[in-house]
């Protein structure tokens, strides 16, 4: 069973968070706010209104989220109580305080996440690696372990490109994610992942050792506002491929965008290439395609700010886009990021989408300095 200094240790938190949190603030913020909305003039400019409804919202988040804590904390209280009356048993207050912990643990993590960025959702795309069939496969195995991670989380799902292997697994694949901070999650993902194996595609059955590269940027909604120059836009259009009728293979719905960015800071000049076939629309291809545009132009912006914030902080650890994060070793039965040290024996659930306890161990290590 707990102990009392594990139990003194958990109310503690609690009250840390309630500081960390400003919730008594909260409480009188939220009144002033939802006071704004009584106005009769409320809604005659609908998008004020709606950034007011979510201010408002992110305040009853946090709020809900502490008294449902303290709740918590009350019952597992109680609880030591009644066990003096043999009216619960030690295993049930055991199962108490994981759940007391558990939800501390959640707040905390989510209190880290403060840039504006962290709250969107994300475009999430992977590149198998050089190798061929294997890298591919491995490519395939990541993206399903990113969607099974998306629907334990309650996150919504589309693909918005994929392009197949030449055997087996996919070249590439774009995911868009959608719900509350999967950026700010998802962002630690960010970068080369290894897998070593015995592989299946091997004659001989040696050990092999493959690469894939994701890519994390946010994605962009309407409360963030994104210059697309027009005069630098151009589209293509053709036909989709793969499995879906006629209508696929005769209707060019696929959209190809392109668009001739130039670095505001530097001067260089790039094109972005960006092709959609999420839908047999090919107008909502093209919304779709444009909104992937704005995601990759808001990440760039991103990343000049953390690249400054860098050199004023020199002295901070600095997160390296695009390295060799995570190693994936199936016979050693090992998972470890090589950022953190982080490390697991339970290799089918982190496949399973089970990396929670990876992105914690990133967020704690870096979400401080970011925030």
């Known amino acids: 069973m707990i102990t009392?200094?594990?139990?003194?240790?958990?109310?503690?938190?609690?009250?840390?968070?309630?500081r960390y949190l400003d919730i008594d603030n909260k409480k009188i913020e939220v009144e002033e706010e939802e006071l704004r909305t009584h106005v009769a003039d409320f809604w005659d400019d609908r998008e004020k209104a709606e950034a007011q409804m979510r201010k408002i919202k992110e305040l009853h988040f946090w709020i809900d989220e502490y008294e449902e804590l303290e709740k918590m904390t009350e019952e597992l209280t109680l609880a030591f109580d009644f066990l003096k009356e043999e009216?619960?048993?030690?295993?049930?207050?055991?199962?108490?305080?994981?759940?007391?912990?558990?939800?501390i643990e959640k707040l905390e993590l989510r209190n880290m996440l403060r840039r504006e960025e962290d709250k969107l959702g994300?475009?999430?795309?992977?590149?198998?690696?050089?190798?061929?069939?294997?890298?591919?496969?491995?490519?395939?195995m990541l993206m399903r372990l990113y969607l099974r991670y998306a629907e334990k989380h309650g996150y919504k799902t589309s693909v918005a490109q994929l392009l197949e292997g030449d055997d087996a697994g996919i070249k590439s694949v774009t995911i868009n994610i959608e719900g509350?901070?999967?950026?700010?999650?998802?962002?630690?993902?960010?970068?080369?992942?290894?897998?070593?194996?015995?592989?299946?595609?091997?004659?001989?059955?040696?050990?092999?050792t493959s690469f894939a590269s994701v890519f994390v940027t946010p994605l962009v909604d309407d409360t963030i506002e994104i210059n697309v120059e027009p005069a630098r836009v151009s589209w293509d259009t053709f036909r989709?491929?793969?499995?879906?009728?006629?209508?696929?293979?005769?209707?060019e719905s696929g959209v190809r965008l392109r668009y001739q960015y130039k670095d505001p800071y530097t001067g260089e000049e790039e094109e972005i290439l960006i092709e959609n076939t999420e839908t047999r629309d090919q107008p909502k291809n093209k919304e779709n395609a444009m909104r992937q545009l704005k995601s990759i132009l808001?990440?760039?912006?991103?990343?000049?700010?953390?690249?400054?914030?860098?050199?004023?902080?020199?002295?901070?650890?600095?997160?390296?886009?695009?390295?060799?994060?995570?190693?994936?070793v199936f016979d050693d039965r090992r998972v470890k990021d090589h950022r953190t040290?982080?490390?697991?024996?339970?290799?089918?659930?982190?496949?399973?989408?089970?990396?929670?306890?990876?992105?914690?161990?990133?967020l704690m290590e870096f979400a401080a300095s970011e925030a």
């Open 4 to 18: 009392q200094e594990q139990y003194k240790e958990a109310t503690e938190r609690k009250d840390a968070l309630k």
């Open 87 to 103: 009216l619960v048993t030690e295993e049930e207050i055991d199962s108490l305080y994981a759940k007391l912990i558990d939800k």
């Open 122 to 140: 994300v475009v999430l795309k992977i590149n198998s690696g050089a190798g061929g069939t294997e890298s591919q496969d491995w490519a395939q």
């Open 180 to 208: 509350d901070y999967a950026y700010g999650f998802l962002k630690s993902e960010n970068g080369v992942h290894r897998l070593v194996r015995v592989s299946p595609y091997n004659a001989q059955g040696k050990r092999m």
């Open 240 to 251: 989709s491929g793969g499995a879906g009728g006629q209508n696929v293979n005769k209707v």
């Open 298 to 328: 808001y990440d760039k912006e991103l990343k000049h700010r953390m690249e400054e914030q860098a050199k004023v902080e020199a002295g901070k650890k600095k997160i390296e886009w695009g390295s060799q994060i995570r190693s994936y």
């Open 341 to 362: 040290n982080h490390q697991t024996s339970d290799v089918g659930g982190v496949m399973d989408g089970e990396i929670d306890d990876f992105i914690k161990a990133y």
